[in-house]
T-cell receptor
Framework: NAGVTQTPKFQVLKTGQSMTLQCAQD?????MSWYRQDPGMGLRLIHY???????DQGEVPNGYNVSRSTTEDFPLRLLSAAPSQTSVYFC?????????????FGSGTQLSVL | AQSVTQPDIHITVSEGASLELRCNYS??????LFWYVQSPGQGLQLLLK??????LVQGIKGFEAEFKRSQSSFNLRKPSVHWSDAAEYFC????????????FGTGTSLTVIP
């Protein structure tokens, strides 16, 4: 059982470039989410989804797009990368469409935007 | 608005000493409360959670936490710290009434000295 898989683990971008961070889970979880982790800021929610075809914004959604075409996948797109998006990104999922279950986290993607 | 405060950015304890990490939350209803631990370069792992019932909850690795409604607190404790407990600790709230979101504190970094 792979759990939550994030790719890539590391990425360096130039300002203005676009890319997609991939997230896949094999636990049939309804709830999936993306966080960014910055020093002294903890984890901040970017976008989340409570099921296929349903997405919503979190605390810091600007500059990021998401879609949820399948239960398994929840990619995060940076359309035009900015240095302020340098961060560590975590994908997390939970088995019910609610917040009374623990989150399963991926191992993270370290992104640097030059 | 919902928020989670971890007032201690960094704590240093001696191996074998007791530990208490503080967490205060702001939420308009009884929250779902979690403590997660993050080892360097890793995702977050659940230590324990509280939903209802007994206000003292036991978790993995010998950790426990006590929910105090009157103080809006959910402090994490361990009677005797081991060197392997050195990590970043995050308190989180599951806010079902505001769109199925999890809110994380800014984290407390724990250093254990021999």
């Amino acid at each position: 059982n792979a759990g939550v898989t994030q790719t890539p683990k590391f990425q360096v971008l130039k300002t203005g470039q676009s890319m997609t961070l991939q997230c896949a889970q094999d636990m049939n979880h309804e709830y999936m989410s993306w966080y960014r982790q910055d020093p002294g800021m903890g984890l901040r929610l970017i976008h989340y989804s409570v099921g296929a075809g349903i997405t919503d914004q979190g605390e810091v959604p600007n500059g990021y797009n998401v879609s949820r075409s399948t239960t398994e996948d929840f990619p995060l797109r940076l359309l035009s990368a900015a240095p302020s998006q340098t961060s560590v990104y975590f994908c997390a999922s939970t088995k019910q469409g609610s917040v009374n279950e623990k989150l399963f986290f991926g191992s993270g993607t370290q992104l640097s935007v030059l | 608005a919902q928020s989670v405060t971890q007032p201690d950015i960094h704590i240093t304890v001696s191996e074998g000493a007791s530990l208490e990490l503080r967490c205060n939350y702001s939420y308009g209803a009884t929250p779902y409360l979690f403590w997660y631990v993050q080892s360097p370069g890793q995702g977050l792992q659940l230590l324990l959670k509280y939903f209802s019932g007994d206000t003292l909850v036991q978790g993995i690795k010998g950790f426990e936490a006590e929910f105090k409604r009157s103080q809006s607190s959910f402090n994490l404790r361990k009677p005797s710290v081991h060197w392997s407990d050195a990590a970043e600790y995050f308190c989180a709230v599951g806010a079902i009434f505001t769109g199925n979101q999890f809110y994380f504190g800014t984290g407390t970094s724990l250093t254990v000295i021999p």
